[in-house]
């Protein structure tokens, strides 16, 4: 699935969808060939990581919305390889949660993706999802407004 970077995102229902957030629900690195006009550089291996420390929680926070299965990468796919990956990765920004696939750390070590400067910074500074003030942080973000994602969520587990 294609999203231009910091597009609306509008993935499936609930909290994928842009339409249920006060703020705004902007996606990140959702990569796809033949899309090939995306920025290109070189991000620090400590965004890299914190990007997959990340995605491990959400995977063990939220299983619950861990349903969508694997994607393969398309980029890869074209060149006979494949990379898969699962699970999605949201991150408190200032004025907008920032959505991203799990497999952008993927596209940033083989396919040179640079995320954009707002979202990166978002990202160093986003608790983990297994402490409290990553939901306050989230619900912050999203105008002091409940947030789809925190829904039936226990922090005492």
């Not at 999802?129 to 990553?134: A, D, I, V």
């Amino acid at each position: 699935m294609y999203y231009k970077d910091l597009e609306l995102c509008r993935y499936h229902s609930g909290p994928f969808d842009a339409n249920n957030w006060s703020a705004p629900l902007r996606a990140i690195g959702w990569l796809e060939h033949p899309q090939t006009s995306y920025v290109r550089g070189e991000s620090p291996a400590s965004l890299i990581q914190k990007l997959r420390d990340l995605a491990a929680d959400f995977r063990s926070v939220y299983p619950h919305y861990h349903f969508r299965g694997w994607h393969s990468c398309s980029f890869c796919t074209a060149v006979g390889l494949i990379e898969r990956m699962s699970g999605d990765i949201f991150v408190p920004g200032l004025n907008a949660i920032y959505v991203a696939p799990s497999g952008i750390t993927h596209y940033i070590e083989s396919h040179s993706y640079c995320p954009p400067s707002d979202f990166c910074q978002a990202a160093f500074q986003c608790p983990s999802y297994r402490m409290p003030e990553f939901q306050e942080a989230l619900q912050k973000a999203n105008r002091g407004e409940d947030c789809p994602l925190l829904l039936n969520l226990d922090y005492d587990h």
